[in-house]
C-alpha cells in the first residue's frame, strides 16, 4: 500500500516548528522511529531509567469495550478510569485524531491528559495537553504552557529530564513490542518551581493496515501524597523495627496508631487517648518507684518543648513484668507546612544489656564523671553537667543562689577564705537535698539546685532553713566573717531549661534585699 501525508499532517508539521528538534536532536520530533534501534538495549532502558515505567496487556475486547479493567484498580479511582475507557473507545471509532482531540480535549477530564499524534514514519506530529493538566501543573491557559513538546520536555525536573525523554522515545521506538497500555511513574516541576509526582496511564493507538503508531494518548494523576505517605510508612516500619513498644500520636486529638507492641504491653487496658494508653502502661508493667516521675513526664506541652530544644526528651525506668530496664523516648513524627508538629513517635528501648554493661564498667564512669563533671573546688556538679545531663530533664523546681557580698570576704579575709567559704556552701546545700536531686555550682560564688519531686510549700520550707543554716557557718581565726546568701525560685513543671531564667529573676529581686528567698511559679 502506497502511503501518502494527508495535508492535515503537513498543516500538524508546520504548527509545531522545529524547537524540539533543535533541543534534542537524537529525539527528534521529526526523526524515523524504528531506524536502527537495538530491541535489547531500549528494553534495560526503559527498566533501569529514572521512570518507573510499567507495561500492561491490553484487553482483547471489542473497541466499545473498556480498555482498563476496573477490578485491577482501588475503587477511589474507577471514576477517573471509567472516563479514561469512554474516551479512549470513542477515539478508536471517530477517525482517530480530529474526533479525537474534539471529544477528549473540549469537554477535558478531571484528570490531566496529554495526546501526540505521528505520521505513517512515526515521527511526531503534534503534542497536546488539555487544561487539568496546565491546572495540575501550575499554568494558565495554552498561551502559559503552549502545546509542544518542548512544553512537556520542560516540566521535567531538570536533573532528571534527559533520561525520561529518552524513556519517552525508547517506547515509541520499540512500541510494536509493548502491550497497548504503558504506566510511567515519575516527577515534574510545577510553574512555581514545586515538585510533585505523577503517573501516567497511556495507550498506543496503532493503524489497522500496517500496525504503525497512529496516537499514543492517556492521563496523568497528582500522587505527591500517596508517594510522601509511602516514604512516611517507610520510615514508620523502620521505627517499628527499632523500638521494643512503639505509637504514632496526633498531638491535635492525642489519637495513635500503634507501630510496634510486645506482650506487656498487650496487658494495659486500651484507650483512644495516647497518653492515657501510656499511664495505663506504666501503672500496669512499670517498677512504682519511676511511677510518678513518668506520668508527669506525660506532658504534651513540655514534650513538644523538648523536642522543638533538643530533638527528643527520654527517661529510663524498670519494668517489674519484663525484668527489664527500658527507655522511653518522644521525638517528632511529622510537620505541617507551616512547620508545626502534627505528629510525635513514641519510642520505647530496651536498655538492659546495655546497662549492665555500665554496671560493669561504673568505676571507670564513676572516676570519669569525677574529671568532667564535678567541679574541683566545691566538689559539686558542674556546669557541664547541667548542660549536658540536666538541662533537657523536666523537674518541679530550679533555684539560683548566690553568696552575698562575696568579694568583700574575699578582699577582708583572704582568697584562700573565699575558697573555703564556697566549699562549706557547697557542702551545706548538696546535704540538704535529695540523693536525686542536682546541686551545682553555676559560676564563681553562684550555686543552682534542680529538685525534681517537691511542692511549692516544701521549697520555701527547704529555702528558709538554708537561709538560716548558712549563717551558722563561721571560722574560728576569722570570727568577724559571716555569711548570706540569697536564693531565687522558679517553681512549675516544666523542663529545666524553661525555668532557669525565671530562678534568675527572682534571684534578682532577692539580691535588693540579700539574706532573702523569693520564690516564682510558673
Not at 449 to 467: C, G, H, N
Request: one cysteine or more; glycine letters at 6%; hydrophobic letters at 40%.
Amino acid at each position: 500500500m502506497e502511503r501518502s501525508t494527508p495535508v492535515f499532517f503537513e498543516n500538524r508539521r508546520r504548527m509545531i516548528g522545529r524547537s524540539a528538534a533543535s533541543e534534542y536532536p537524537e529525539s527528534s520530533i521529526f526523526q524515523k522511529a524504528g531506524a536502527d534501534i537495538d530491541s535489547k538495549t531500549v528494553a534495560e532502558s526503559l527498566e533501569n531509567g529514572v521512570g518507573q515505567f510499567e507495561t500492561e496487556l491490553p484487553i482483547d475486547v471489542e473497541d466499545a469495550s473498556p480498555l482498563f479493567d476496573l477490578s485491577a484498580y482501588p475503587e477511589n479511582q474507577h471514576d477517573l478510569l471509567r472516563e479514561c475507557n469512554r474516551r479512549i473507545a470513542e477515539a478508536n471509532s471517530k477517525y482517530r485524531i480530529a474526533r479525537f482531540r474534539e471529544e477528549m480535549f473540549a469537554k477535558g477530564l478531571k484528570a490531566g491528559m496529554f495526546f501526540c499524534t505521528f505520521d505513517w514514519d512515526e515521527n511526531l506530529l503534534s503534542f497536546e495537553f488539555n487544561d487539568e493538566t496546565r491546572k495540575m501543573l501550575g499554568y494558565n491557559g495554552v498561551e502559559d504552557l503552549p502545546d509542544e513538546f518542548d512544553s512537556w520536555v520542560k516540566t521535567l525536573v531538570p536533573e532528571e529530564r534527559d533520561a525520561i525523554v529518552k524513556l519517552f522515545w525508547d517506547s515509541i521506538h520499540v512500541h510494536r513490542e509493548l502491550p497497548e497500555i504503558t504506566h510511567a511513574t515519575y516527577r515534574m516541576l510545577k510553574k512555581d518551581g514545586t515538585i510533585i509526582w505523577i503517573t501516567g496511564a497511556g495507550r498506543f493507538i496503532r493503524r489497522p493496515d500496517d500496525g504503525s503508531l497512529e496516537i499514543y494518548m492517556g492521563c496523568y494523576r497528582d500522587i505527591t501524597a500517596q508517594q510522601e505517605l509511602k516514604e512516611h510508612i517507610k520510615i514508620i516500619e523502620a521505627i517499628g523495627k527499632v523500638f521494643n513498644f512503639s505509637l504514632f500520636i496526633d498531638v491535635r486529638d492525642m489519637s495513635y496508631r500503634v507501630i510496634s507492641t510486645n506482650e506487656y504491653v498487650e496487658m494495659a487496658p486500651k484507650d483512644p487517648d495516647a497518653f492515657q494508653f501510656l499511664r495505663n502502661n506504666i501503672d500496669t508493667t512499670v517498677a512504682e518507684h519511676f511511677r510518678t516521675s513518668l506520668h508527669e513526664w506525660l506532658n504534651l506541652k513540655m514534650i513538644l518543648s523538648a523536642i522543638e530544644e533538643n530533638g527528643s526528651t527520654s527517661m529510663e525506668f524498670y519494668s517489674e513484668s519484663a525484668h527489664r530496664w527500658f527507655e522511653g523516648i518522644f521525638m517528632v513524627g511529622d510537620r505541617d507546612e507551616a512547620g508545626n508538629i502534627t505528629h510525635i513517635v513514641y519510642g520505647c528501648i530496651d536498655t538492659t544489656d546495655v546497662k549492665l554493661q555500665k554496671l560493669a564498667q561504673q568505676k571507670k564512669i564513676s572516676d570519669f564523671e569525677a574529671e568532667i563533671y564535678f567541679d574541683s573546688l566545691s566538689r559539686v556538679r558542674n556546669r557541664r553537667f547541667l548542660d549536658e545531663k540536666v538541662i533537657g530533664k523536666p523537674c518541679h523546681a530550679v533555684v539560683m543562689a548566690d553568696i552575698d557580698l562575696f568579694k568583700q570576704i574575699n578582699d577582708t579575709a583572704g582568697h584562700q577564705r573565699g575558697d573555703e567559704v564556697i566549699q562549706r556552701v557547697a557542702e551545706l546545700l548538696n546535704r540538704s537535698v535529695r540523693k536525686e536531686d542536682v546541686v551545682l555550682r553555676y559560676g564563681g560564688d553562684e550555686f543552682m539546685m534542680v529538685f525534681f519531686d517537691i511542692t511549692r510549700k516544701d521549697l520555701e520550707a527547704k529555702l528558709s532553713y538554708l537561709q538560716s543554716e548558712v549563717k551558722k557557718i563561721t571560722f574560728e581565726k576569722e570570727p568577724e566573717v559571716h555569711i548570706t546568701m540569697s536564693f531565687g525560685g522558679a517553681f512549675g513543671i516544666d523542663m529545666v531549661y524553661n525555668l532557669i531564667g525565671i530562678a534568675d529573676k527572682a534571684l534578682y529581686e532577692s539580691k535588693k534585699k540579700r539574706d532573702s528567698y523569693t520564690v516564682i511559679e510558673t
